[in-house]
């Protein structure tokens, strides 16, 4: 009776195991569907929003478009430049893959589970995570060893750093309001009012950081093709190449769905959030690089700040 005893907590761990990397596999697949499918939706719409018809051909409306192109991308020769350092070179478009899938190691998918489920530190983890993948752009654009992909990472290092602090002070707002850093608590103290009510003004701020943070248009400087001609994956093609598009999409994918729970309170307004990504590339001018870091020091910081501070004293007012 003993040793059966002994054995039961070690199958239960054993168990438990097996369930957390069957969970990891399901949330990976999940996500590469999602993120290309985000890719197809996004030619489609910007497609509907300039009058033109978008993929088309490949399957009904297209919808087989994504599956074509991953595998073109797959067969397609491996080209290290000569002046790169290759083992960097090759690690770049990995690692920046990887640190975009497991970011959603926290984040409860469907309001009801994250991979971990009880983590009382996500946000932190995910603001560590959303750090990291900064510092191996430039990582990426440096051992490239060419002039446009080195401008292109000094300048998203540059972007990122300066939006992701007033990302920070906005989510400090949220977290004062629901007193907790557990994203399962936040959505839970949503259930009759959603954040966004109270937080209206820093949710419309979170949304254009987090445009900026994710280098997308207006905000691509790091890719700007008529100055650098790709930016940081001007000396990437083939899997490589996937691999960067595929994080910088699944990006998107995690910064819609964290906006979605911290001010929704529910993650069905993800898909919304995405639209907003695709509309403002679609509608709007790229700005210079000079001006978006203007705007970010000194417009959306400061507003960013001043509402921490009202939100703390209003609530230490109110308690």
């Given at each position: 009776?003993?040793?059966?005893?002994?054995?039961?907590?070690?199958?239960?761990?054993?168990?438990?195991?097996?369930?957390?990397?069957?969970?990891?596999?399901?949330?990976?697949?999940?996500?590469?569907?999602?993120?290309?499918?985000?890719?197809?939706?996004?030619?489609?719409?910007?497609?509907?929003?300039?009058?033109?018809?978008?993929?088309?051909?490949?399957?009904?409306?297209?919808?087989?478009?994504?599956?074509?192109?991953?595998?073109?991308?797959?067969?397609?020769?491996?080209?290290?430049?000569?002046?790169?350092?290759?083992?960097?070179?090759?690690?770049?478009?990995?690692?920046?893959?990887?640190?975009?899938?497991?970011?959603?190691?926290?984040?409860?998918?469907?309001?009801?589970?994250?991979?971990?489920?009880?983590?009382?530190?996500?946000?932190?983890?995910?603001?560590?995570?959303?750090?990291?993948?900064?510092?191996?752009?430039?990582?990426?654009?440096?051992?490239?060893?060419?002039?446009?992909?080195?401008?292109?990472?000094?300048?998203?290092?540059?972007?990122?750093?300066?939006?992701?602090?007033?990302?920070?002070?906005?989510?400090?707002?949220v977290i004062l309001l629901n007193?907790?850093?557990?994203?399962?608590?936040?959505?839970?103290?949503?259930?009759?009012i959603p954040n966004i009510i109270?937080?209206?003004?820093?949710?419309?701020?979170?949304?254009?950081?987090?445009?900026?943070?994710?280098?997308?248009?207006?905000?691509?400087?790091?890719?700007?093709?008529?100055?650098?001609?790709?930016?940081?994956?001007?000396?990437?093609?083939?899997?490589?190449?996937?691999?960067?598009?595929?994080?910088?999409?699944?990006?998107?994918?995690?910064?819609?769905?964290?906006?979605?729970?911290?001010?929704?309170?529910?993650?069905?307004?993800?898909?919304?959030?995405?639209?907003?990504?695709?509309?403002?590339?679609?509608?709007?001018?790229?700005?210079?690089?000079?001006?978006?870091?203007?705007?970010?020091?000194?417009?959306?910081?400061?507003?960013?700040?001043?509402?921490?501070?009202?939100?703390?004293?209003?609530?230490?007012?109110?308690?």
């Open positions: 009776m003993q040793g059966e005893g002994e054995r039961h907590p070690e199958e239960e761990r054993r168990r438990r195991k097996e369930m957390t990397i069957v969970t990891i596999i399901e949330t990976i697949i999940i996500i590469l569907i999602s993120v290309a499918y985000i890719t197809l939706a996004e030619r489609k719409i910007m497609g509907s929003m300039q009058r033109r018809r978008g993929p088309n051909i490949v399957g009904i409306y297209g919808i087989l478009q994504p599956i074509v192109d991953g595998g073109k991308l797959m067969i397609k020769e491996i080209i290290i430049p000569k002046q790169s350092n290759k083992i960097n070179y090759m690690q770049g478009p990995i690692i920046i893959l990887i640190l975009a899938l497991i970011i959603f190691i926290p984040i409860p998918i469907n309001n009801l589970r994250a991979i971990i489920q009880e983590n009382n530190n996500g946000i932190i983890y995910i603001l560590a995570i959303s750090s990291l993948s900064g510092y191996i752009l430039l990582y990426t654009g440096w051992s490239s060893n060419s002039k446009y992909t080195f401008i292109g990472a000094i300048r998203s290092i540059a972007q990122m750093i300066s939006y992701e602090v007033s990302i920070g002070i906005i989510i400090m707002s007193n907790s850093l557990n994203l399962l608590v936040i959505i839970y103290n949503q259930i009759y109270p937080l209206f003004p820093i949710f419309i701020l979170f949304i254009i950081s987090a445009i900026a943070e994710t280098n997308r248009p207006p905000f691509d400087l790091s890719e700007a093709e008529s100055e650098l001609v790709a930016g940081v994956i001007t000396e990437h093609g083939s899997m490589a190449f996937a691999a960067i598009y595929l994080g910088e999409y699944a990006f998107v994918l995690s910064m819609s769905l964290l906006t979605s729970i911290l001010f929704f309170g529910n993650s069905i307004y993800t898909f919304i959030l995405i639209f907003i990504f695709i509309w403002a590339r679609a509608s709007l001018p790229r700005v210079r690089f000079d001006q978006l870091l203007y705007i970010g020091w000194t417009k959306i910081l400061p507003l960013s700040i001043s509402f921490l501070i009202f939100t703390f004293s209003l609530l230490l007012t109110l308690n």
